[in-house]
């Protein structure tokens, strides 16, 4: 019986260290020289997607772009109605779900498991290495602001040679189970990022 309990909690630590791999980015690349006309000139959905993977300081400039802060009293690169911060972004990729930390600019690790594949019903989804969701309160705002954040995403990825598309075809249910949101809470919408093929 002790050895169980030991096996036990043993399992149970070694569950809490593995989902506590929190990752601190890199601070984002303010340096892109491409004008705003420009990025507007060449934004558009792309279907080609390599399979390389997303560098964290790269990550950490798109997360910066769709939802960061950027003035010093916390407010962010998204106008928010009644200063609502109630969007949030969750990164899936080959190494699991992680939702963005804005204020620490930090990925907080949900699960250590793929599940890119909830996101492959179309082909040319096959490749990509990460999927960005939008999830909010189910008030009306949130919807809003999941727009703003994606748009400026897609201006990101035309800007640098980049590839993204704004998806609303996967299985939101399963999507929301795995994220396990509570109440009040629901998936919006999902985004695909990566590099051109
Ligand atoms: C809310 C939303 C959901 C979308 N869902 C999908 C999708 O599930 N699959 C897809 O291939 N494209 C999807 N798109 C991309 C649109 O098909 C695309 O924006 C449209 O064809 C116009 O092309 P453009 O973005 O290149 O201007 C979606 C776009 C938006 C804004």
Same mark, same amino acid.
Do not use: C
């Given at each position: ?11 149970? #630590? ?5 989902? /506590?791999?929190? &990752?601190?980015?890199? *601070?984002?690349?303010? !340096?892109? +020289? @491409? ?23 790269? #990550? ?5 772009? /769709?939802?960061? &802060?950027?003035?010093? *009293?916390?407010?962010? !690169?998204? +106008? @928010? ?117």
């Amino acid at each position: 019986m002790k050895k169980l309990i030991g096996v036990t909690i043993m399992a149970g #630590l070694i569950a809490t260290s593995a989902m /506590a791999a929190d &990752i601190k980015l890199p *601070d984002p690349d303010k !340096t892109n +020289p @491409t004008t705003l006309i420009s990025a507007l000139e060449n934004r558009h959905s792309d279907r080609e997607f390599s399979d390389k993977v997303i560098d964290n300081k790269t #990550l950490s400039t798109i997360l910066w772009a /769709a939802y960061g &802060i950027n003035r010093a *009293d916390g407010k962010r !690169t998204i +106008p @928010t109605a009644m200063d609502k911060k109630d969007l949030n972004i969750y990164v899936f990729n080959k190494e699991g779900i992680w939702l963005y930390d804005a204020t620490t600019n930090s990925l907080k690790q949900q699960s250590n498991d793929n599940h890119l594949a909830l996101f492959q019903m179309q082909d040319y989804m096959k490749p990509v290495s990460t999927v960005l969701v939008y999830t909010g309160s189910t008030e009306d705002y949130a919807v809003m602001h999941a727009g703003s954040a994606y748009q400026n995403v897609e201006l990101y990825t035309a800007a640098n040679g980049m590839s993204s598309i704004v998806r609303g075809y996967f299985d939101h249910q399963k999507v929301q189970e795995v994220l396990n949101l509570p109440t009040g809470q629901r998936v919006i919408i999902s985004q695909a990022i990566g590099w051109k093929n």
